[in-house]
């Protein structure tokens, strides 16, 4: 297991957690004064992370609130019982703070599911890193491809950070390839959220059925996606609907490790249409040399796919 060499030492961000536990339960007294509140914005000023950390509290009390069947009042007691509750709330995952480096090998498929429900199938050749503690759920893709199905848990966010973006989950299903950056993020069902790093005039929202792509310098347009396209890979089906040659190699070739080539550029031209099984090489490229005008030549280290003549 491989541990983010970012993450804080869990003693310092203990005193955080405590520091904005105290904060939040003084700001919610109606006798708070100047001097409090200007000491209070001062700490919150100081950097991310106090802001961060405060706003997790604002989350929790606002998610019990909401929780109350009948309106009232808020006391002290019901807000000191909340503090100390979201206290020990945090206390416990800092306990049980996990984190993991997950990769899959060319050709393989695994599923994770964590504790609070969340599914993640991770596709072929594909490295993500885990990181579950406090009032963090987050996902960063290094590369590759999966899928997340979240689970009910509404108390703490889940993240997927992919290249220069962050993707929020608004309770959902969604898909998230990261390669030759550029980012696809697909939403199945639910909503995401998507920011740009830095740019916070990028946001989008993805609804069900909904996609787009980005890159470090790009932001595509949302467009229309397809369930079953999107998610035959966990079946070891690859679907092409009038697809370029040149994608469909790619495709092949993401999931065997001796690669398919064009030997001549014009073959782009050529679209494929249908269902294949991905993990049938043999099968795939016998398809593409029945199906158009090309012929396959075995050498040293890959199969060279020309005109036929």
Same mark, same amino acid.
Request: glycine residues 6%.
């Given at each position: 297991?491989?541990?983010?060499?970012?993450?804080?030492?869990?003693?310092?961000?203990?005193?955080?957690?405590?520091?904005?536990?105290?904060?939040?339960?003084?700001?919610?007294?109606?006798?708070?004064?100047?001097?409090?509140?200007?000491?209070?914005?001062?700490?919150?000023?100081?950097?991310?992370?106090?802001?961060?950390?405060?706003?997790?509290?604002?989350?929790?009390?606002?998610?019990?609130?909401?929780?109350?069947?009948?309106?009232?009042?808020?006391?002290?007691?019901?807000?000191?019982?909340?503090?100390?509750?979201?206290?020990?709330?945090?206390?416990?995952?800092?306990?049980?703070?996990?984190?993991?480096?997950?990769?899959?090998?060319?050709?393989?498929?695994?599923?994770?599911?964590?504790?609070?429900?969340?599914?993640?199938?991770?596709? @072929?050749? #594909?490295?993500?890193? %885990?990181?579950?503690?406090?009032? +963090?759920? &987050?996902? /960063?893709?290094?590369?590759?491809?999966?899928?997340?199905?979240?689970?009910?848990?509404?108390?703490?966010?889940?993240?997927?950070?992919?290249?220069?973006?962050?993707?929020?989950?608004?309770?959902?299903?969604?898909?998230?390839?990261?390669?030759?950056?550029?980012?696809?993020?697909?939403?199945?069902?639910?909503?995401?959220?998507?920011?740009?790093?830095?740019?916070?005039?990028?946001?989008?929202?993805?609804?069900?059925?909904?996609?787009? @792509?980005? #890159?470090?310098?790009? %932001?595509?347009?949302?467009?229309? +996606?397809? &369930?079953? /396209?999107?998610?035959?890979?966990?079946?070891?089906?690859?679907?092409?609907?009038?697809?370029?040659?040149?994608?469909?190699?790619?495709?092949?070739?993401?999931?065997?490790?001796?690669?398919?080539?064009?030997?001549?550029?014009?073959?782009?031209?050529?679209?494929?249409?249908?269902?294949?099984?991905?993990?049938?090489?043999?099968?795939?490229?016998?398809?593409?040399?029945?199906?158009?005008?090309?012929?396959?030549?075995?050498?040293?280290?890959?199969?060279?796919?020309?005109?036929?003549?």
């Amino acid at each position: 297991m491989e541990q983010d060499q970012q993450a804080g030492h869990p003693s310092e961000e203990n005193a955080l957690t405590e520091q904005a536990a105290a904060w939040f339960l003084r700001m919610q007294q109606s006798d708070t004064n100047d001097v409090e509140q200007k000491a209070f914005e001062a700490w919150l000023a100081e950097n991310e992370a106090h802001r961060t950390e405060y706003q997790q509290y604002v989350q929790l009390w606002q998610t019990l609130d909401h929780l109350e069947q009948k309106p009232r009042k808020k006391s002290r007691s019901t807000v000191t019982w909340i503090v100390t509750l979201a206290i020990l709330f945090s206390s416990l995952h800092w306990l049980t703070r996990h984190e993991e480096m997950i990769t899959t090998a060319i050709g393989e498929h695994q599923q994770i599911i964590l504790a609070d429900g969340t599914t993640i199938d991770i596709n @072929t050749d #594909s490295t993500l890193r %885990l990181a579950l503690y406090g009032f +963090t759920r &987050k996902v /960063t893709l290094e590369r590759g491809e999966a899928l997340f199905r979240i689970g009910d848990e509404r108390l703490r966010s889940f993240e997927v950070h992919a290249g220069n973006g962050i993707l929020r989950d608004i309770g959902t299903e969604f898909n998230v390839i990261k390669e030759e950056g550029n980012v696809t993020v697909a939403v199945l069902e639910g909503a995401v959220e998507v920011g740009i790093d830095h740019q916070n005039d990028t946001v989008r929202l993805l609804h069900g059925g909904e996609q787009l @792509t980005y #890159s470090a310098y790009d %932001l595509s347009e949302i467009s229309s +996606t397809d &369930k079953e /396209t999107v998610t035959a890979w966990r079946k070891s089906r690859l679907i092409f609907r009038e697809t370029p040659l040149e994608e469909v190699i790619r495709q092949i070739n993401r999931y065997h490790s001796r690669p398919v080539r064009l030997g001549d550029p014009q073959l782009n031209t050529l679209r494929v249409s249908g269902e294949f099984n991905s993990a049938d090489r043999a099968g795939l490229v016998q398809a593409l040399i029945t199906l158009l005008p090309l012929r396959a030549s075995e050498l040293d280290s890959v199969t060279l796919l020309t005109y036929e003549k």
